[in-house]
């Protein structure tokens, strides 16, 4: 059911792979609540993802862009602007990988090349694309913008490795960036902590399944799927929000208030019991 909260909104999507990214569920929502989108993401990705078939749902044009060069985000800006008559509304920032991760390396035996290309892929092309569009005055007074993080960036949980660190200076440019462009123009500028989500991503963090099994557990609500996400996205592009700014919000089904669950428990109890016996 839509409700037309974003009709008339123009909007940037960036991170769009397939049906399981996040970032595509954000885009079919936007475009079912009445937005104009441009998509983008690395031509590597585009080579290698579906969203000539997004583009074609949501009617969309695709702009290739590698979110960590600045000229490559000036132009991507700047021909969105053309392409919508003016400025932006609503910005998604849907981008992490770690090579570290996708190499297998434990956080005590990083490759330090690799890390570097970590916080420039998840976090620094964040602060890039807020400097690019506030140099080219690009959003409209009370945009928004979002960027998806998870709740490794406050606890250590096992696997995530420096995509935690990634995170962590994630959320940090949103609280910085948030307060300059609050002050001076008006624009939101937040992080929403995800349930773990099984995306093209989230598939290469070690032991991703028993990651979710055991956040389904510890979640009074259950987890937060890829199309939950997407609906609080929209209310945050909305206008229902205008007052939002530098949080990192929790879209977890409770998992991060929580410190253990009745089903854990008992998960735990059944997995103890099996081992050392009763």
Not at 198 to 208: M, N
Request: hydrophobic fraction near 40%; glycine fraction near 8%; charged fraction near 20%.
């Amino acid at each position: 059911m839509a409700y037309n909260l974003l009709k008339g909104k123009k909007g940037i999507i960036f991170g769009a792979l397939n049906e399981k990214s996040i970032a595509w569920q954000v885009a079919l929502k936007a475009h079912e609540e009445g937005a104009e989108l441009v998509l983008t993401n690395t031509p590597v990705a585009l080579r290698l993802g579906e969203l000539e078939a997004l583009a074609s749902i949501t009617k969309s044009q695709i702009i290739p862009a590698d979110a960590t060069n600045v000229d490559e985000l000036k132009n991507l800006i700047s021909k969105s602007m053309e392409i919508f008559g003016g400025k932006i509304d609503f910005i998604l920032h849907s981008i992490g990988m770690s090579p570290n991760v996708r190499k297998g390396l434990s956080y005590d035996n990083l490759n330090y090349d690799f890390y570097q290309k970590t916080l420039d892929i998840s976090a620094l092309s964040f602060h890039k694309v807020l400097l690019v569009c506030r140099s080219l005055d690009a959003i409209k007074e009370w945009g928004s913008v979002v960027a998806l993080s998870y709740v490794a960036a406050q606890r250590t949980l096992y696997g995530y490795n420096d995509m935690a660190d990634a995170k962590s200076l994630l959320e940090s440019i949103a609280r910085s960036f948030g307060y300059i462009y609050g002050r001076d123009k008006k624009i939101r500028v937040n992080t929403v902590s995800q349930s773990p989500t099984l995306t093209t991503a989230g598939s290469g963090v070690k032991g991703i399944d028993r990651l979710l099994d055991f956040s389904e557990r510890m979640s009074p609500l259950g987890n937060a799927n890829a199309e939950d996400c997407a609906n609080y996205c929209i209310t945050l592009f909305s206008d229902l929000t205008k007052k939002v700014t530098m949080q990192n919000l929790f879209h977890d089904g409770g998992f991060s208030s929580m410190g253990m669950s009745l089903k854990a428990m008992s998960q735990y109890e059944q997995s103890f019991h099996d081992v050392v016996g009763d």
